[in-house]
């Protein structure tokens, strides 16, 4: 590995400091898998490798702000993301990563302007997939306080409306499960297919272990 720079040194403490305390689901290690999963898409890519790495380090440094009430997470991290890069960085680099980090957010339906913002995209979408995925929607802030399934139906199999902050299962169906489909680049698409379909046999697997095995449901 490359030996860092100072700048990538110094803003990894700063958003070390910034998201400890965070859930395990939204904490420093979200951002470090990122990261990885960024440069690993943008080495394939041949995106700007600087860029995508201050870009994922700082795209949900807002969390708590946002937890606090302050408004959305990408803004509060772009506009935080602006003070610690001005004048550090190249203006055409900085306009990169504030818009990566702006519209990164699956919520907004945003579409980033540049290949760094897109893959950025992607390598977030991608850390929700797959075994991490999984953990992830179990250590979330909203694991104490919400149910592993609807008991009446764990798996979805009626028309009855989704509830994901009600029941930890619901979340595979209201967005998980659907992220292979908008993927924006094809490096990013081929692994989310892949982590999908862990998933959907993560899922064959707890059904027939809570509805039983001989049970045709
Ligand atoms: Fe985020
Ligand atoms: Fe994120």
Redesign the pocket.
């Known amino acids: 590995m490359p030996c860092k720079s100072e700048l990538i040194r110094k803003i990894e403490n700063i958003v070390k400091d910034k998201m400890s305390g965070l859930p395990p689901s ?1 904490n420093f290690s ?2 470090d898998r ?1 990261r990885r999963l960024a440069l690993e898409l943008g080495k394939e890519l041949n995106a700007d490798l600087e860029v995508l790495e201050l870009a994922s380090l700082l ?2 440094i807002g ?1 708590k702000g946002e937890l606090l009430g302050e408004g959305d997470h990408a803004t509060i991290s772009a506009r935080i993301a602006r003070e610690l890069l001005a004048g550090k960085i190249d203006g055409d680099k900085l306009e990169k990563i504030l818009d990566a980090i702006e519209n ?1 957010r699956y919520s907004s339906g945003r579409r980033p302007k540049y290949l760094e913002g897109l893959i950025l995209q992607d390598a ?1 979408r991608l ?1 929700a997939l797959g075994a991490v995925g999984i953990a992830r929607v179990f250590t979330s802030a909203k694991a104490n306080t919400r149910e592993f399934y609807n008991p009446e139906d764990p798996f979805w199999e009626t028309n009855r409306k989704l509830d994901d902050k009600e029941f930890a299962l619901d979340h595979f169906y209201t967005k998980l499960l659907k992220l292979e489909e908008i993927m924006n680049t094809e490096p990013g698409r081929k692994e989310a297919k892949r982590r999908t379909k862990f998933m959907i046999h993560f899922l064959d697997e707890l059904k027939r272990e809570v509805m039983g095995w001989n049970s045709n449901r």
């Open positions: 939204h979200h951002v990122v795209h949900d969390l990164h977030d850390d």
